[in-house]
């Protein structure tokens, strides 16, 4: 006899936030949505944002004429409180401008209201069907981007990085890579390379700056026996060895001034020839450079030529300091202390929130290379699972400092009101645990309105969720 089986439970409903000040326009929203989910109303984007802190819906319904903002700063805010899901962006004078820029900011469809029944399911439909993220609280688990060539971040500096690369790979071009040391410029190198048709063919990486000056020329171009002393046999430079491939220069700015000209001859044309040989030899290279100096300084200095600058530099790429992309340390972090463990044999390390507020208060003028010292230290420190994140001259903030009052008698300069805004910024969100709108918030707490503090955040890098945990209470 087979075993009773009871009536499977049925799935939780699906659960819609409207968002909208004008009443008709949302009761004909909610009236339509109401076949294939329960619909949550609010009036305002500030009661929208209260709503998100008690629950997680489905699908967002944000009427751009009520947001009381731009479309960036209104679904920035939206994305502050956690939510990742789609967003349905409506106006009644929707034009294609307002459109492009809704869209750029994050939106997942743009619709022009009224919209029929029929129209409104679809939509909604559609965008509820597409697959979400899971998230967990950042102690365990931080949200990271991972699949694009192996890079972690989604900060927007990344997301331009990736489609910088996406757009440059598969060309022919000279690819320049500028940024400090310590950001990564040879993990972008390595994904261009690995976007593009030269995959089968090496990806040969040569730091100029760790070569003797003497031996450069046979470094990248080679030598044959007998060259200078030391020459027992022929040796292929790296030149030649990335023949079909990718040929990285970094620090390419320590290139002697007389080596110059035989790389810029391998850029046009192709063709170099070992040290002591006289016989001309031809590759099929792409070459990307890589600075963390002024080269356009050298070039009026008269110490890097001007013609190679513009040949180096047919498509530019910055790599970003962290201090810049601040939302992406805690991932980082993550990911860094995963590999320690591996490296270390342990298991069970965690981040904190506490930890991630320090290292997000963090400068990193040594970037992602120190973040990932910074990490290993602090695991091979660890006792019972704990970690202590020790940062060079720093101490722990206060768990809540008062917010600091900005002075209005412009005594300050320029860069010491940028430093007192962002304490403040930091201060209101600890006392208000990473809440920006509502009675208690951040935003409340400073005077300001919440489109203005995400706006203010925005400009100094940071990221409220690095404040509380990403894990959302139950309905």
């Not at 601040?326 to 591996?342: C, Q, T």
Request: aromatic share 4%; hydrophobic share 40%.
């Amino acid at each position: 006899m087979m075993p009773f089986e009871g009536p499977e439970e049925p799935a939780p409903p699906r659960r819609v936030l409207v968002i909208e000040s004008e009443p008709a326009a949302r009761r004909t929203a909610c009236k339509a949505l109401a076949t294939i989910a329960a619909c949550d109303e609010a009036a305002s984007l500030d009661e929208g944002l209260a709503a998100l802190d008690h629950r997680d819906p489905d699908l967002l319904v944000l009427g751009l004429d009520s947001a009381g903002g731009t479309p960036e700063e209104a679904i920035d805010l939206i994305r502050f409180t956690g939510y990742e899901g789609p967003i349905l962006a409506t106006s009644a004078r929707l034009s294609l401008g307002l459109a492009v820029e809704t869209m750029r900011a994050g939106a997942s469809d743009v619709a022009a209201v009224p919209l029929s029944p029929a129209e409104w399911t679809r939509r909604a439909t559609r965008l509820m069907a597409e697959e979400r993220p899971a998230l967990k609280p950042v102690a365990q688990e931080a949200r990271s981007l991972t699949d694009f060539e192996g890079f972690i971040g989604s900060s927007p500096a990344m997301r331009e990085l990736y489609e910088q690369i996406r757009r440059v790979a598969p060309s022919r071009a000279p690819v320049f890579v500028t940024g400090e040391s310590g950001t990564g410029k040879e993990v972008t190198a390595q994904a261009i390379h690995g976007r593009s048709g030269r995959t089968r063919d090496r990806f040969v990486a040569i730091n100029c700056g760790a070569i003797p000056k003497d031996l450069m020329e046979s470094e990248i171009f080679g030598h044959v026996k007998g060259a200078f002393t030391g020459a027992t046999e022929d040796r292929p430079g790296a030149a030649e060895l990335a023949d079909g491939g990718t040929l990285f220069l970094d620090e390419v700015g320590e290139i002697p001034l007389e080596l110059q000209g035989k790389l810029l001859r391998i850029l046009q044309e192709g063709q170099f020839e070992r040290v002591g040989e006289e016989r001309t030899r031809t590759v099929d290279v792409r070459v990307i450079a890589a600075t963390n100096r002024d080269l356009r300084a050298e070039v009026r200095a008269g110490r890097f030529r001007e013609d190679l600058y513009f040949r180096l530099d047919v498509f530019p790429i910055h790599s970003a300091p962290l201090r810049e992309r601040i939302e992406d340390v805690a991932p980082l972090a993550l990911h860094f202390l995963r590999h320690a463990e591996r490296k270390l044999k342990v298991s069970g390390l965690g981040l904190s929130e506490a930890d991630v507020r320090r290292l997000a208060a963090y400068d990193w003028p040594g970037n992602v290379r120190e973040l990932q010292n910074v990490i290993e230290r602090a695991a091979i420190l660890a006792r019972n699972g704990r970690l202590t994140i020790d940062l060079p001259g720093t101490a722990p903030r206060p768990a809540a400092p008062e917010p600091i009052v900005l002075p209005t008698d412009g005594l300050l300069t320029e860069e010491e009101r940028r430093q007192r805004d962002r304490r403040s910024l930091m201060a209101a969100l600890d006392l208000a645990g990473g809440k920006i709108s509502g009675p208690g918030g951040a935003a409340e707490r400073l005077g300001i309105r919440p489109t203005t503090f995400a706006s203010r955040l925005k400009a100094h890098g940071l990221d409220p969720r690095a404040w509380r945990s990403t894990s959302r209470p139950s309905p």
